[in-house]
């Protein structure tokens, strides 16, 4: 495709940047060197307005088109945080911060982004105006929500965003998504059950808080299998039991942790309300208490279905035909780009990043040769929503 030859000299560029990027990662609201070399390269690229600072790290860089930005003005996001895990890729480029990693590739994203920035700069051949939204503090932080709290959507009169993540184990070159929900709400939990400790050997003296919590873990599993409807996902994970510290002692106290998952707002209510109501008289059936810290996370990723269909079409120019999946099965890993989503209408899709670790695993690398098609994906995606005649 044209776009992605004329990017194909920017690849080195673009390619020098996402490793720098990548030798220093930084996690959370704490991406203050990355932001700072986005909002330069954004100044270098000559873009109308740089603005830093919104969501305590983010940055906005704005381009106003050739009829001076009046009109539809599009949002584009890309992440930027990296993750609290040491990287053992053995790279050239790999981290050089003892235990933090670029492990989800938005260090790919932020060069993707960057990338078209400079074009779109350059060219200018679209009308509106382009709002490219570098984001802090998506793995865990809500940084998406951070920068709307920070007026985001109504300081740039933002219209339609859009977002994008690689996929590992799908070719580069191909992409995925799907209308309607994409991706799971993310809530957590944490339970400390208060009973009272004593001698192993009489538990009839104490109120044991293992047996409590054992009841509580299994209870759980029932809003699935017989609260929901079978239909719809739900998952309920209980991912830490944590009690005692010997063979002959009954402990005072457990704490259990874990996360639930959906893809519907009214399962998400349900699961809740059931988890309370089971965590809480489980617990008093035992004599216990339950202290509950429920922590509700993401949205839903909810796709909208006019944005996703111009989407496909997009990446299907990009990629050529057959090669975008239109029905990508959802998945229930989380995302804060929902937050945004939940403020315009738009859509998230995947874009392929080939046979490479997992994400958030510690080998993990952004594939580089992903950098053509996730850059002109952004660049058609502008000139074609804001030039109908493209």
Aim: charged residues 25%; aromatic residues 6%.
């Amino acid at each position: 495709m044209p776009i992605v030859n004329r990017l194909a000299d920017m690849h080195e560029e673009i390619t020098a940047w996402r490793r720098d990027f990548h030798e220093n990662p930084e996690i959370l609201y704490e991406t203050v060197r990355t932001g700072q070399k986005v909002a330069e390269l954004l100044e270098s690229f000559g873009l109308d307005e740089v603005v830093t600072g919104i969501g305590r790290t983010g940055v906005v860089g704005v381009i106003r088109g050739r009829n001076g930005g009046t009109g539809r003005v599009m949002g584009l996001r890309a992440d930027m945080d990296a993750l609290p895990i040491k990287e053992i890729t053995g790279k050239p480029y790999a981290s050089k911060v003892e235990g933090k990693m670029h492990a989800c590739g938005h260090d790919g994203h932020t060069a993707m982004l960057l990338g078209a920035a400079k074009y779109l700069a350059e060219t200018r051949n679209f009308d509106g105006t382009v709002v490219v939204i570098f984001q802090p503090a998506e793995e865990g932080g809500a940084g998406a929500k951070a920068m709307i709290d920070d007026g985001l959507m109504t300081r740039w009169a933002i219209d339609e965003v859009y977002g994008m993540h690689n996929y590992p184990g799908m070719p580069v070159g191909q992409f995925a998504l799907r209308p309607g929900a994409m991706m799971a709400a993310t809530d957590e939990f944490e339970i400390k059950i208060k009973g009272r400790g004593g001698h192993a050997a009489r538990p009839h003296d104490t109120i044991d808080p293992i047996v409590t919590g054992s009841q509580i873990v299994a209870g759980l599993q029932s809003i699935a299998s017989r609260n929901a409807d079978p239909l719809k996902s739900l998952v309920v994970s209980v991912t830490i039991f944590r009690a005692g510290d010997a063979s002959n002692v009954i402990p005072q106290e457990a704490t259990l942790a874990g996360t639930i998952r959906t893809l519907d707002g009214q399962v998400r209510k349900l699961a809740k309300e059931r988890f309370l109501s089971l965590v809480e008289n489980i617990a008093a059936a035992h004599g216990a208490v339950a202290e509950i810290d429920f922590i509700e996370g993401y949205p839903v990723v909810v796709n909208h279905e006019e944005q996703t269909a111009f989407a496909a079409d997009v990446a299907e120019e990009i990629a050529g035909p057959g090669m975008v999946n239109r029905d990508q099965p959802p998945m229930m890993g989380g995302e804060d780009f929902a937050y945004m989503l939940e403020e315009r209408p738009g859509a998230f899709i995947y874009t392929g990043n080939g046979d490479s670790a997992g994400l958030h695993h510690p080998l993990y690398d952004f594939n580089d040769d992903a950098i053509l098609y996730g850059s002109s994906y952004w660049i058609r995606l502008v000139e074609r929503a804001l030039n109908p005649a493209a």
